[in-house]
């Protein structure tokens, strides 16, 4: 096939993928995810759980017509990409999601291909920019994760304050939403709906639990489980999963000191012999290009990647300590 042609094709379904993109992200941004919430709990939307099985019933009636629908159903079978993505608060749905990974792979394999790149950098550039929205989802997930558990010894400490001025939980959960910034504002707000709903403050705080799978929430949900079967000070036992969780950051504030250094040595590790050998594509592109036509060229390469993934594992292994 002539290569003015393919180029053509190409470009023309880049931009049609584009277009959906854009027309898809801002139908995403004009609903708000507050809205959505609270519809789910007061029933007048069907929550994620009534939806697959409606899925389930439309595929076997062949009746999947949209997009969303049939986009919905395939990332139910493939993974919960829908938690994943309220988890990091994503301001769109899983079919936006799919179409920017899909215009990203497209848009790093035009780059390769209108640089002249060999041929085998244009399926390792389609890759390597396909992945960058899923990077870029957990790279939100967890700071998002983070951000909740440094709040949280904060959060239970108020609630404890509230049960000792003799408020009930429920009221110690709207003091949290009251007076702490986001991501715990809006965690135990959806939480004090529930309840207030009807839902009980057990199963609504295992539904935070499931969206915030932190430890020492956990922790919380536990005692809070205990409590209302066996009786105890709940506030009493709140102070001291406070004061835990306090001295464990300290602990890991230090320990992230101690091993800095090697975390930094991995990074550069890792990302050396990459500089490396587009520097010297871009020098010589002859002497690199022998590694992907000559025979044992390809088994170092393959032998390389494996060594590196294998050293990052390993460094990761020594510098993450648990606590």
Same mark, same amino acid.
């Not at 939307?45 to 629908?69: C, W, Y």
């Not at 920017?100 to 060999?118: D, H, I, K, R, Y």
């Not at 306090?246 to 040595?265: D, H, N, P, Y």
């Not at 088994?299 to 993934?309: D, F, R, S, T």
């Given at each position: ?260 250094? @090697?975390? $930094?040595?991995?990074? +550069? *590790?890792? #990302? &050396?012999? !990459? ?27 393959? @032998?390389? $990647?494996?060594?590196? +993934? *294998?050293? #990052? &594992?390993? !460094? ?8």
């Amino acid at each position: 096939m002539d290569q003015t042609l393919i180029i053509s094709i190409a470009a023309f379904l880049g931009m049609m993928a584009f277009a959906g993109a854009v027309i898809f992200v801002i139908k995403d941004f004009s609903s708000s995810k507050a809205e959505d919430r609270l519809a789910v709990i007061t029933g007048k939307k069907k929550s994620t759980e009534e939806s697959a099985s409606l899925l389930k019933e439309e595929f076997v009636k062949g009746g999947l017509n949209s997009l969303s629908d049939q986009v919905a159903h395939l990332f139910e079978k493939f993974g919960n990409i829908k938690l994943l993505l309220e988890q990091a608060e994503a301001p769109f749905k899983a079919d936006t999601f799919l179409l920017m990974t899909a215009v990203c792979g497209s848009l790093g394999f035009a780059v390769a291909w209108f640089t002249n790149a060999p041929g085998p950098f244009c399926p390792v550039a389609a890759m390597g920019a396909g992945v960058l929205p899923f990077m870029w989802l957990l790279f939100r997930r967890n700071r998002r994760f983070k951000k909740f558990g440094q709040q949280l010894p904060d959060a239970l400490e108020l609630v404890g304050r509230a049960l000792r001025s003799g408020h009930s939980l429920s009221s110690g959960l709207s003091v949290v939403v009251q007076e702490m910034p986001p991501p715990i504002s809006t965690e135990f707000a959806l939480a004090y709906e529930e309840q207030n709903l009807g839902v009980p403050i057990d199963a609504a705080l295992k539904s935070m639990l499931k969206r915030m799978p932190n430890l020492d929430l956990k922790f919380f949900v536990t005692a809070v489980v205990i409590q209302r079967q066996a009786g105890g000070d709940l506030a009493e036992i709140l102070d001291k999963i406070g004061y835990i969780i306090r001295q464990r950051f300290k602990i890991m504030g230090q320990v992230q000191a101690l091993t800095g250094e @090697g975390r $930094i040595s991995g990074v +550069v *590790l890792m #990302a &050396l012999p !990459i500089a490396l050998f587009f520097a010297v594509y871009y020098l010589n592109p002859d002497y690199v290009m022998l590694l992907f036509t000559d025979e044992m060229g390809r088994k170092m390469i393959a @032998g390389g $990647i494996v060594l590196q +993934v *294998l050293g #990052a &594992l390993w !460094i990761k292994k020594i510098v993450n300590i648990k606590i």
